[in-house]
């Protein structure tokens, strides 16, 4: 289940939302680490996505909306909730194997 985006009234809490995922994109991108756990990123992210949708005039150059994520984090990084998708990699050669054969 999606939690619902974060709602955004004005365009003061617009350019305050893209700061707040602008912020804690860079971090978690730069070491790992957020002041934001995964689930209220992905909420702020949407209610910016909505925001931009309902007034496109009003978009930031620098929302999150027009970019890819930063880059590959290295080692590791906590979740919130575990990422299942991953539980049965026991070693980096199939991982490897997968993203080669892609």
């Known amino acids: 289940m999606t939690t619902p985006a974060a709602v955004i009234v004005d365009v003061a809490a617009y350019a305050q939302a893209v700061e707040d995922a602008v912020k804690a994109s860079a971090a978690y991108y730069a070491g790992g680490t ?13 209610g910016i996505v909505a ?7 009003q978009v930031l150059p620098h929302s999150p ?3 890819v994520a930063g880059g590959a984090v290295e080692g590791d990084v906590p979740h919130t909730v575990a990422m299942l ?16 054969s892609r």
């Open 34 to 46: 957020s002041a934001l756990d995964d689930d209220t990123y992905d909420r702020l992210v949407r």
């Open 51 to 57: 925001w931009e949708a309902e007034h496109p005039d």
């Open 65 to 67: 909306t027009g970019k």
């Open 85 to 100: 998708s991953l539980d049965n990699v026991f070693s980096s050669e199939p991982s490897r194997s997968w993203t080669v």
